[in-house]
Every structure is written in structure tokens, then in C-alpha cells.
Nanobody, 115 residues
Framework: QVQLVESGGGLVQAGGSLRLSCAAS????????TGWYRQAPGKQRDLVASITGGGTTNYADSVKGRFTISRDNAKNTVHLQMNSLKLEDTAVYYC?????????WGQGTQVTVSS
């Protein structure tokens, strides 16, 4: 099993920045890729960004140029640096890791962008 713990969410004004972290523990050697998803009230959960074990990244069009996903292998942590935040970025952000044995979700962290 893999356990994922997110941190770094909070309240920020539009135009501001936040850095989310996803710390993994357990069978981390089985992790193939890790992504950040978000879900706003009444909406589906959508992929924001992902990164493979080899460092290949992928971003949703809505966050390209503003968000950066990275990984710290020494700390088994994946970060999501979010800059130029917009009101529409408000959501619960979830970390998700794909492993050789299936997928695992974190508990989520709330990001609220105010005007």
C-alpha cells in the first residue's frame, strides 16, 4: 500500500501563490506516476498536473504557465507550485499515485482563492 498526505492548502488572494506538497510512504518503490487533481463543488474531479518517475510532466491547459509540478525523490514528495492563482482555481486538491498494484488517493487539501 501507499499512503499519501497532502499539505499546503489555504486561503490566498487572486494573483497570489501557494505550494502544495504530497508526501508518500509505504510501498513507494511501486509508484509509477503522481498527479494532482482538483474538485470544485458540484463539479467532477479533474487532472491538474502529473509527473512520472522519469520526470515527464503533463498539465491541464487551464494551468499551463502558472503551475509547476516537481518531485523530491529524497523526501518522497511531489510538489505543486501554483502561481497567479485565479478565483476558478478554488477547489479541493487531491494527490493521486499510480502504482504497479493500483491507484491511491490522498485525503485532499482545500485551496480557496479570494478576490
Amino acid at each position: 500500500q501507499v499512503q499519501l498526505v497532502e499539505s499546503g492548502g489555504g486561503l490566498v488572494q487572486a494573483g497570489g501563490s501557494l505550494r502544495l506538497s504530497c508526501a508518500a510512504s509505504g510501498m513507494i518503490s511501486r509508484i509509477l506516476s503522481t498527479g494532482w487533481y482538483r474538485q470544485a463543488p458540484g463539479k467532477q474531479r479533474d487532472l491538474v498536473a502529473s509527473i512520472t518517475g522519469g520526470g515527464t510532466t503533463n498539465y491541464a491547459d487551464s494551468v499551463k504557465g502558472r503551475f509547476t509540478i516537481s518531485r523530491d525523490n529524497a523526501k518522497n514528495t511531489v510538489h505543486l507550485q501554483m502561481n497567479s492563482l485565479k478565483l476558478e482555481d478554488t477547489a479541493v486538491y487531491y494527490c493521486f499515485s499510480i502504482t504497479t498494484r493500483g491507484g491511491y488517493w490522498g485525503q485532499g487539501t482545500q485551496v480557496t482563492v479570494s478576490s
